[in-house]
């Protein structure tokens, strides 16, 4: 077990937030866990990452989701997310375990607890299109304790609602802008604001877009400063990447 994490541990039993026995028990001696013949879960990343495995929806069965998340669950562990989830795998999976879940995000969410919100993550949008990955990052941010606020529907093409909303984006702690086409609106964003900001290309646009490529080359290419760029569609890794660093901004 990392340092830090085992830092983060003392200090929650030092603030009576846990017992010394649920302390212990997030120390369990076993760092791994296997269900059936098609998992083996990382018992141990809440307490090195701040957050538990999280279960990749697409590619699994429900039944198998259903396995992972039952046996997570007995564990104790709270907030189990599982990305890329459809609706009807998600109908299948309430029928044996107690199933939150967003259909915009298509994130699923088992044993959720409730955090403190700390500091302001704003996640930007630039169409409607955009909204199934703006809203895995911003659930996702969410779910792990950091305070959420969405503008959404402020792309380029009418620069106007952008700058309407400015006030909202200069006091967050970090951005993350989502958008398709020609990705434009995270250099117009990154060229405004003073705090980090995440791009997040998505496969949305016309014809030679090629599946969010045009928008990815883009991002990579801006000449704002202070930006970052993850990978096509990747709502869910921007949402834990600027989680973290809010994190490390309090």
Not at 147 to 165: F, P, T
Not at 192 to 216: D, H, R
């Amino acid at each position: 077990m990392e340092q830090n994490g085992i830092f983060e541990l003392l200090k929650q039993v030092e603030e009576g937030k846990k017992t010394a026995q649920e302390a212990m028990s997030d120390i369990s001696l076993e760092p791994e866990m296997l269900v059936g013949n098609y998992a083996d879960i990382d018992l141990h990343r809440a307490v090195r990452q701040g957050m538990p495995e999280v279960i990749y929806g697409e590619g699994k069965t429900a039944e198998q989701i259903t396995g992972i998340l039952q046996a997570m669950e007995g564990r104790g562990i709270g907030n189990i997310m599982v990305t890329r989830l459809s609706k009807e795998k998600a109908d299948c999976i309430r029928e044996n375990v107690q199933l939150d879940y967003d259909e915009v995000s298509r994130i699923g969410i088992v044993n959720r607890k409730e955090t403190e919100k700390i500091g302001k993550i704003a996640i930007v949008a630039a169409g409607t299109s955009d909204l199934p990955v703006a809203e895995e990052a911003a659930v996702t941010a969410e779910l792990y304790g950091n305070y959420v606020e969405r503008v959404y529907d402020v792309g380029v093409a009418g620069i106007h609602r952008l700058l309407h909303r400015l006030p909202q984006l200069e006091d967050a702690k970090v951005i993350v802008a989502v958008a398709g086409m020609e990705g434009a609106l995270v250099s117009v964003i990154g060229g405004l604001v003073s705090c980090p900001v995440i791009g997040v290309p998505t496969s949305v646009g016309y014809g030679a877009n090629f599946g969010g490529a045009a928008a990815l080359l883009s991002m990579l290419n801006s000449c704002a400063s202070g930006v970052s760029v993850v990978n096509i569609d990747n709502g869910f890794g921007a949402g834990v990447l600027a989680a973290k660093i809010n994190k490390q901004s309090k």
